[in-house]
Each structure stands twice: as structure tokens, then as C-alpha cells.
């Protein structure tokens, strides 16, 4: 990385110098990754609503509709494996299962191998917008991450995915 770009502070550097200059007794390390982490995390939300959004998707249908479509053809899971994907609770999966099959993305359907069990299925338009959805939105998350050359990049995938073992 060019020394400008290191040496340029940034709103981070600013807010951990106030902090720094009027409490001497504490260190301030962890705001500088973890800080930054979090403003990044609100520019990909907002990324990831404007991608879904032209999809006409909210991000917890791209969620639902995402695991549907990584578990590959024929494009079904339970309620229970979308739950535990997602991980929110059985009511709100239930009530999220209940508007995208109002909005026909997806179905609701008897498990063959368990007459009491219930799959929840993809429709073709659920497929075709959770495709469109995650095409826009590996443009737009590439966007953000053009400012680093691809051996940053995955040296920073690396960090984060050590950091990030132990929360998931």
C-alpha cells in the first residue's frame, strides 16, 4: 500500500486520538481493526440493499432464497436445516416461509421421505432472483474491495477468518 494511503488518517485515527488524548490510562488498540470493521460492515449493508433491492429481495429473503439455492437442485431444505443456515427463530423462520411463498419464490411442499415433515422449495422466480441478487452483489462487494490488491485481500480474508472462528 502507497505510505499516503497509510499515513492518511482516517475517522478512526481521529476519534482514537480524542479518546487517547482524554483517557491516557487506556489502550485504544482494539478500535483501530474493530472500528473499522464496523464502518465497513454499514457500507456492505448498504451494498447488499441497494444489490437486493434491484432484485426486488430484502436481505432476509436473499437469506432464505441463498441457502435454498447453495443446497443445489432441486433447490430445498426443511425448515429446521433453513433455521439453523440463518439463525433465527422457528417463528420467524416460519413467518418468513409464509411471505415468500406469498410472493410465490417459494413453495411449501410434503417431504416424500416424511408425511409429517414439510420442505420449503424454490420456485423458478426465487432461483432467477437469488441469481440476479448475488451476481449484483459480488459486483458491488468487489467494488469495495478494489482499493487492495488480491494478496491483501486474502491476507485480510485470512485474519478475519481467525478472528471469526470462535463466534461461529
Do not use: C
Not at 439463525?87 to 411449501?108: C, F, H, K, Y
Amino acid at each position: 500500500m502507497p505510505a499516503t494511503v497509510r499515513d492518511q488518517p482516517d475517522e478512526v485515527d481521529r476519534i482514537v486520538d480524542a479518546w487517547s488524548r482524554e483517557r491516557e490510562d487506556l489502550d485504544f488498540s482494539p478500535l483501530q481493526v474493530l472500528s473499522r470493521v464496523a464502518r465497513l460492515a454499514r457500507h456492505l449493508e448498504r451494498a447488499r440493499r441497494t444489490a437486493f433491492a434491484a432484485s426486488d429481495l430484502e436481505l432476509w429473503e436473499f437469506d432464505v432464497l441463498s441457502a435454498l439455492r447453495r443446497a443445489g437442485a432441486p433447490y430445498q431444505l426443511s425448515p429446521k436445516a433453513l433455521l439453523l443456515q440463518t439463525l433465527v427463530s422457528s417463528g420467524t423462520m416460519t413467518n418468513r416461509i409464509d411471505r415468500l411463498v406469498a410472493r410465490a419464490l417459494v413453495e411449501r411442499r410434503t417431504d416424500p421421505n416424511d408425511g409429517r415433515g414439510i420442505l420449503v422449495v424454490m420456485t423458478e422466480e426465487g432461483k432467477a432472483r437469488v441469481d440476479a441478487a448475488i451476481s449484483t452483489l459480488l459486483d458491488a462487494e468487489s467494488e469495495l474491495l478494489d482499493r487492495l490488491p488480491k494478496a491483501d485481500q486474502e491476507r485480510l480474508s485470512a485474519l478475519l477468518r481467525k478472528l471469526s472462528l470462535d463466534f461461529d
